[in-house]
C-alpha cells in the first residue's frame, strides 16, 4: 500500500505549515504592543484578548491545532513533524520578502535543511501499517492466516 | 575577594547551567510525552472524515465528541497545558535564542525515538534523516 494523499490532505498539511507560523507571528506582534507581563499584571492579559493581532493569532492557532490532529488521525507523526518544521521556513522568508528583514547565511543554511527534510519524508509513505489489535478486523493472528488476500 | 570566591563563581555557573537544562528538558519531555499521546489518540480514532455525522459545520459534531472522550487526547492535552507554563518558567531563566531553538530541536529527536518506540511508527533512515535536518535547521534558523 502506498497511500497516496488526496489532494484535500494536502490541503490540510498545507494549513499546518500555515496556521503555525503566522499565528505565532500574529501572536508576538501582538505581545510586542501589550508589552511584558508578569504574575502582578495578569489583567493586562484580559487587555491583550482586545488586540486584533491577539485575537487573529489565536483564531489561527486554533486552526493548526484542528488541522495538526486531522493529519494524525491519517498519517504518522513523523509524517506530519517536517511539516510543522516548515513553518519556520514559511516564518523566515515571510520576514525576507515581506517585511525586508535581513536574512543571515546561518538561516538560509537552516531553510534548507528543513526544506530537504521535507523533501526526503514526503518520498515516502505517510503512514505505517501494522496490525491494530483495537480492531478485530486486523487481528495479528488474522493477519497471518490470510496475508495477502484481499488488499 | 578572598581565594574562594572564582571557585564559588564556577559552582554558582555551574548550577545555573544545570538549572537551565533541566527546564529546556522538562519542556521538551513535556512536548514528546503530549504529542505522542495525541498521535496515539488521534491513531486509534483513525480518519476523523468517516466518523463525521452529516453534512456541513454539524457533521464535525462526531470527530469533536469522539477525540473529547478519548482519555489518551485528554491527558496528552494536559501534558501540552503543563509544557506551555514550562515553556514560561523556562523562558524566565533561559535566553529565548537558546530555549526556543533548543526545546524544538530535542522535542523533534525525541518524537522519533517516541514514536518509533511507543507508535511502532516505521523510522526509516529517510525519517531519520529528515529529523536530524529539521533539528539542525531549526538551531541555524535561529541564529
Redesign the interface.
Request: hydrophobic letters at 60%.
Given at each position: 500500500m502506498t497511500h497516496r494523499l488526496k489532494p484535500s490532505q494536502y490541503a490540510i498539511l498545507l494549513t499546518v505549515m500555515l496556521t503555525a507560523s503566522v499565528g505565532d507571528t500574529l501572536l508576538s506582534r501582538g505581545m510586542a504592543q501589550i508589552g511584558p507581563v508578569d504574575l502582578h499584571h495578569l489583567p493586562l492579559l484580559f487587555h491583550a484578548l482586545a488586540n486584533p493581532y491577539i485575537i487573529s493569532g489565536i483564531v489561527l492557532l486554533i486552526g493548526f491545532f484542528a488541522s495538526y490532529m486531522t493529519a494524525l488521525s491519517w498519517a504518522d507523526l513523523t509524517f506530519v513533524m517536517p511539516a510543522t518544521a516548515f513553518g519556520y521556513v514559511v516564518v523566515a522568508l515571510l520576514s525576507r520578502f515581506w517585511l525586508h528583514e535581513h536574512l543571515s547565511l546561518y538561516r538560509w543554511a537552516g531553510i534548507v535543511l528543513i526544506v530537504c527534510a521535507v523533501g526526503f519524508v514526503a518520498g515516502g509513505p505517510s503512514r505505517t501499517e501494522h496490525p491494530d489489535p483495537a480492531h478485530p478486523s486486523s487481528h495479528p493472528n488474522l493477519d497471518l492466516m490470510d496475508s495477502g488476500a484481499g488488499r | 575577594m578572598t581565594a574562594t570566591a572564582p571557585a564559588t563563581a564556577t559552582s554558582l555557573l555551574q548550577t545555573h547551567v544545570f538549572r537551565e537544562w533541566s527546564a529546556i528538558l522538562t519542556v521538551a519531555a513535556l512536548a514528546i510525552t503530549g504529542?505522542?499521546l495525541?498521535?496515539a489518540a488521534?491513531?486509534?480514532?483513525?480518519?476523523?472524515d468517516h466518523l463525521r455525522t452529516g453534512p456541513g459545520i454539524r457533521g464535525y459534531l462526531g470527530p469533536v465528541r469522539a477525540?473529547l472522550s478519548s482519555p489518551l487526547f485528554l491527558t496528552g492535552a494536559l501534558c501540552m497545558a503543563l509544557n506551555f507554563f514550562a515553556m514560561l518558567y523556562a523562558l524566565s531563566i533561559v535566553d529565548l535564542s537558546l530555549a526556543a531553538p533548543a526545546t524544538a530541536s530535542l522535542t523533534?529527536i525525541g518524537?522519533?525515538a517516541a514514536?518509533?518506540v511507543f507508535?511502532?511508527?516505521?523510522?526509516?533512515r529517510?525519517?531519520w534523516?529528515?529529523?536530524l535536518?529539521?533539528a539542525?535547521?531549526?538551531?541555524?534558523?535561529?541564529?
Open positions: - | 504529542e505522542v495525541i498521535a488521534m491513531r486509534r480514532l483513525g480518519d476523523l477525540i523533534y518524537n522519533a514514536a518509533k507508535l511502532r511508527e516505521n523510522v526509516d529517510r525519517r534523516l529528515a529529523v535536518f529539521v539542525i535547521g531549526v538551531v541555524l534558523l535561529a541564529k
